[in-house]
């Protein structure tokens, strides 16, 4: 709650909420001895993710570029947060926006993408890069073939990377009075963490790259993993192996793996314990964070970031019987991760 008198900012649209999202210390899940940890509530933004603002910083470069002009169409393919919030600022901004999202996309997020507004196209998940048909491809040509399209880009665009090193990174340094130790960040394009990574670095913080068991950046195999939106794993079929450009793998220090059952265990007591409910990426990073206090000891201070909201994995992270199934809800039922990690 603000300070008495204090009705909290207005803001001339909705896009004036992205960012500035707040620090909560984590009081009951730390380890004892150990550095404390407080996280950066992404979930906070007003499309409900770290995406936001890669979204915003995007859309604000293409428009002063030129190459997207009043009445324009936002193209990009993703199934994800990117797509949210890219919608969401189509929406406030006044252009159309086309998603072509991978047909495995669940009902959940094909509605959220709706609700703004946007179009979907699905198409095919399962098929080779090359394929016209393939997610990143057919936006491309989506957004050739549409007058005034403009292709978003993720992967390639350096307005996502850098909108975390000028705003997501220098927020951090400041709510914790430069007294930040070690950044701790999954990455899915790597935006945030060569973002904030590079500001955090510049100040001599340690960054640490949160990443899922199996995922090919921290060295696994590139099998599958449950985690969404975070990590790289090899294509199923062909095994392709695309790294995203916008990736900087030289900013973090190092990287801490952190299998699914982990992950997913800590989302659960995020939310028990701290009241906190956030996404499997989320667990992560704080999984990652909680072994990086545990190393630091009482003298560090450790900051994780949470990328989205638990809402839209109710069915998956906080159904018993799901992740029972799996095998994820009993640690003594994991005994890969729990024989390499101890
Ligand atoms: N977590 C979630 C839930 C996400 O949607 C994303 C974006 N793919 C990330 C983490 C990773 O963020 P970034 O793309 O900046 O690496």
New binding site residues.
């Given amino acids: 709650m603000g300070a008495d008198g204090d009705g909290g900012p207005v803001h001339g649209s909705v896009l004036d909420g992205i960012g500035a999202t707040p620090l909560v210390r984590l009081n009951r899940i730390v380890p004892e001895g150990g550095a404390p940890v407080w996280v950066k509530t992404e979930w906070a933004n007003p499309g409900g993710?770290?995406?936001d603002r890669?979204a915003l910083a995007m859309v604000l470069d293409a428009e002063a570029s030129g190459a997207l002009a009043p009445g324009g169409t936002i193209v990009e393919g993703t199934s994800?947060?990117?797509g949210i919030g890219l919608a969401m600022v189509a929406a406030a901004r006044g252009y159309r926006a086309v998603f072509v999202v991978p047909d495995r996309t669940t009902p959940e997020k094909l509605a959220l993408l709706g609700a703004y507004g946007a179009e979907v196209v699905p198409t095919p998940g399962l098929v080779p890069r090359e394929d016209p048909r393939h997610v990143q491809q057919l936006a491309a040509r989506i957004a050739a073939e549409t007058p005034d399209g403009w292709l978003a880009d993720?992967y390639a665009n350096p307005a996502?990377p850098d909108v975390?090193e000028r705003t997501t990174g220098p927020e951090i340094w400041a709510q914790t009075g430069g007294r930040i130790t070690h950044l701790v960040?999954?990455?899915?394009?790597?935006?945030?963490?060569t973002g904030a990574g590079r500001h955090l670095r510049r100040h001599g913080v340690e960054i640490v790259a949160a990443d899922p068991w199996t995922s090919r950046y921290g060295g696994g195999d590139g099998s599958p993993y449950y985690v969404?939106?975070?990590g790289h794993y090899l294509h199923p079929l062909t095994g392709a192996d695309s790294w995203p450009a916008v990736?900087d793998t030289a900013v973090p220090d190092r990287t801490e793996r952190v299998g699914d059952g982990e992950s997913l265990r800590t989302v659960r007591r995020l939310a028990r314990e701290e009241g906190l409910l956030v996404?499997?990426?989320?667990g992560l990073a704080v999984a990652a964070a909680l072994r990086v206090s545990a190393a630091a000891g009482p003298d560090g201070l450790v900051v994780a970031v949470l990328?989205?909201s638990g809402r839209i994995y109710l069915s998956k992270y906080f159904d018993d019987a799901w992740l029972t199934t799996l095998g994820f809800l009993d640690a003594a039922e994991e005994p890969l991760v729990r024989d390499v990690i101890g």
């Fill in positions: 993710s770290v995406k890669a994800g947060n990117t993720q996502n975390h960040a999954g990455a899915g394009t790597g935006g945030t963490v969404e939106a975070v990736y996404g499997g990426s989320a990328p989205d």
